[in-house]
């Protein structure tokens, strides 16, 4: 319950930094997965943000109306659309990165490198304990 409630509160005030930045939560995500693959397609994107291909695609849709990104069918397999960022896109990446330093920042506030090493440990064991 502790690990439950404290995931939800950061995640919320996560959101809320990334909204004052103007963002949100989904749109860093998309944003940062995209830039962290290149040209990523759908299917692969989904899959690292860990959602379903009908909502990343409810996502994708108004971040291309917005101009963040662009979709292009891949030549090899015209099924797949390769997602690209727009310069707009890279700003609004760039941006919300800043805010994301400084959340996290703000969210170690006095724990050590160790302390924050051996909360890595822990956070990977329960992960692992859940697997098995």
């Known amino acids: 319950m502790n690990l439950g409630r404290t995931a939800k509160l950061v995640t919320q005030a996560f959101d809320a930094a990334l909204v004052e930045a103007g963002g949100t939560l989904p749109v860093w995500l998309t944003l940062l997965s995209v830039k962290s693959s290149e040209l990523a ?20 849709n108004a971040m291309e109306v917005q101009g963040l990104l662009t979709r292009r069918r891949d030549p090899v397999n015209r099924r797949v659309h390769m997602v690209e960022l727009t310069e707009a896109g890279e700003a609004l990446f760039e941006t919300l990165r800043q805010a994301a330093l400084v959340f996290d920042k703000r969210l170690r506030t006095g724990l050590s490198d160790e302390r924050l090493a051996e ?13 098995s």
């Open 41 to 60: 397609n759908q299917r692969e994107l989904a899959g690292m943000i860990g959602i379903q291909g009908a909502t990343l695609t409810h996502h994708l």
């Open 119 to 131: 909360f890595a440990q822990v956070l990977a064991a329960l992960r692992e304990n859940v697997g």
